[in-house]
């Protein structure tokens, strides 16, 4: 059905996504940084963010997957702030 197996790449996301509700603070206190800062300062995070990994690629680590991952992660965060600030207009 997808040409470039993009449903493919959309479940390998998300369950990577899942996979980080196990990882780091959520699971000391469910509660991370990102869960208490407003959309917008949000926002500017995920962007740096995604940005940030995205460079990452290729470099560090060599041709590390979960680079790509993390960045997308970040954006699915800024796809949630921008149904969040559309939902207010």
Known sequence: MFKYREDQMLDEILKYIEGTYTQHYVAQNNAQLIDIIDDDE???FAKISAMKYIQRFGKKSGRN???LL??????VMMLRIDENKRSVE
Do not use: G
């Open 42 to 44: 949000l926002e500017a």
């Open 65 to 67: 997957r979960k680079d």
């Open 70 to 75: 993390k960045a997308a992660h970040y954006i």
